[in-house]
């Protein structure tokens, strides 16, 4: 039925995070990333270890959410998305109130849309 609404939504909130991976520990110093994040040259270069380690992070809420989508068994599947799901929506509102609201927004709007689906579209 309306299950695949839910596995995109999941999917879409998996592959920003495999985005956001990449912009923090591949690309931290390019102008476009830098532009992004409203970070300077400077700040960039002296900040590149602790983003590589904030993408690594994004990356491991990635894997859970693919991880999810991916379980042999539905019923842990659902669980696995639930909790990755709900960590995503955890650091969105961190993120939003300590570094920058618009995350709230753009990390966090999908995964609520994501968590809705879990809950509902079973």
């Known amino acids: 039925m309306l299950s695949w609404l839910r596995l995109i939504l999941v999917g879409l909130v998996a592959i920003e995070h495999i985005y ?3 912009l923090e520990m591949f690309a931290w110093t390019t102008p476009r990333v830098r532009r992004i994040f409203g970070t300077t040259s400077a700040f960039a270069e002296e900040s590149k270890a602790l983003a590589a380690n904030q993408g690594l992070y994004n990356g491991f809420l990635a894997a859970g959410l693919l991880w999810g989508l991916a379980h042999p068994d539905p ?24 570094a920058k609201r618009s995350i709230l927004y753009v990390q966090g709007g999908p995964a609520l849309l994501a968590l809705l689906a879990v809950i509902f579209l079973r």
């Open 75 to 98: 019923a842990v599947g659902l669980q696995i998305q639930l909790f990755f799901v709900l960590c995503v929506i955890v650091a969105a509102i961190y993120g939003g109130l300590t």
């Open 20 to 22: 956001i991976l990449y």
